[in-house]
């Protein structure tokens, strides 16, 4: 079966490669005589090119060769449910472009270990690293099962399965909150700094079901969130790290920017977008069915897939989301004042150990914009 072995070939590649790439790389970051944001920044990018190398050296191989085919067949005659057989189907498939991922990622962590001299262990790390897999993939996979046990009528139907992929979204987007404490265990704010932080939303007009502070400060992260599209239950979610180092004022305009991402309705823009995806992919599906196009040829159907994915997402997706984040800014300057915020900023730099200037691309693949581009654009348009 010459198709194994070729398959067995490109994952031991995929899984080698990247990590080493970037094991060797990192050795160079930290010994250079660099500024510890630029080590830190360096690192970033190396591991984003890296996990880009793997999909390269992983998809096209895989899908040109027909080995997705060679998969699926003993599967389709050995398997009588359709859930399982997807299971193992995608275990098969994307678990040596995960592994290949998740070991990139660690062997990337080891510079901001070292740069912040932080006491962590590796096995903490790895844990990590598996819950932020976790809370991206199981949603996808129960969605996968309830929609393969739903009537064939309804699978078939290109409208109701649009339904049942808009449900999924809506009902991720509505309960990211819970699966957030469920997989950080976040902690209450000590009083009295939860209640002043309360009335703080409140006096915005912001419903807000608490704010939480999740991580730990061993790892000197400083960041938060907010989940929820629904008002009732929707967190704002701070970094304990955040919580020991910023300022009462500080962590008032981290979590204005936060209201200003719903006050502009970006959570439901975020929505919308991952909606129109389906929409997007779909209608390059259908216009090549049009054009004669055999769509069911692995290398057409996973190409125009990806291609759809990454148009959508890496460029549509990261253009808005750039703009959105302006927008938070300017928010939080508007409530809370230009020169808080811009401070704030730049602290959040300092201690994250985050270069202010950093490049156009890693903006779009981070959805964030660098410090320098929101100071600027903060003293450009914010009174």
């Known amino acids: 079966m010459d198709w194994v072995i070729f398959f067995l070939v490109i994952s031991i590649i995929t899984i080698t490669v990247p990590p080493l790439i970037m094991r060797l790389q990192r050795e160079k970051i930290l010994k250079g005589e660099t500024s510890n ?3 830190m920044y360096k690192g970033t990018k190396l591991m984003l090119l890296c996990i880009i190398l793997a999909i390269g050296l992983y998809f096209p191989p895989v899908i040109g060769l027909g080995i997705l085919d060679k998969v699926m067949e003993p599967l389709a005659e050995h398997i009588s449910s359709p859930f399982l057989g997807a299971l193992i189907f995608m275990g098969v498939f994307i678990t040596p472009l995960l592994i290949s991922i998740m070991l990139t990622i660690l062997v990337a962590s080891k510079i901001e270990v070292e740069v912040k001299g932080l006491n962590i262990k590796t096995w903490e790390t790895v844990k990590g690293i598996l819950k932020a897999f976790a809370f991206l993939l199981l949603p996808g996979i129960v969605w996968l099962g309830i929609y393969l046990n739903l009537p064939e009528k ?4 290109t409208l109701a399965s649009f339904g049942v992929f808009v449900i999924y979204i809506l009902s991720f987007f509505a309960l990211s909150p819970y699966l957030t404490r469920f997989f950080g265990k976040p902690r209450q704010v ?13 006096s915005l007009g912001f419903k807000v079901r608490d704010i939480r502070v999740t991580g730990k400060k061993e790892y000197k992260i400083a960041n938060a969130g907010v989940t929820g599209i629904l008002p009732w239950a929707r967190y704002i979610f701070i970094t304990e790290y955040m919580l020991e180092t ?12 936060e209201i200003g991402h719903i006050k502009g309705r970006h959570l439901w823009i975020n929505a919308l977008i991952a909606i129109g995806w389906f929409g997007f992919w779909m209608g390059i599906v259908f216009a090549l069915i049009k054009l004669g196009v055999d769509i069911l040829s692995p290398v057409v159907f996973f190409g125009v897939f990806f291609s759809a994915y990454i148009i959508y997402f890496v460029v ?68």
């Open 316 to 383: 549509i997706q990261g253009k808005i989301s750039l703009r959105n984040e302006f927008k938070a800014d300017e928010f939080a300057a508007k409530v809370i004042g230009k020169e808080t915020v811009i401070k704030t900023l730049e602290k959040l730099a300092e201690v994250n150990l985050t270069p202010k200037k950093t490049g156009k691309w890693f903006g779009f693949l981070s959805f964030h914009p660098s410090i320098e581009e929101r100071i600027r654009h903060l003293e450009e348009v914010a009174e």
């Open 246 to 257: 910023f300022e009462p004022e500080e962590i008032k305009a981290v979590i204005a920017h």
């Open 37 to 39: 944001d630029e080590k």
């Open 154 to 157: 309804i699978r078939n139907s």
């Open 190 to 202: 000590p009083e009295p700094l939860r209640t002043e932080l309360l009335k703080f939303c409140e």
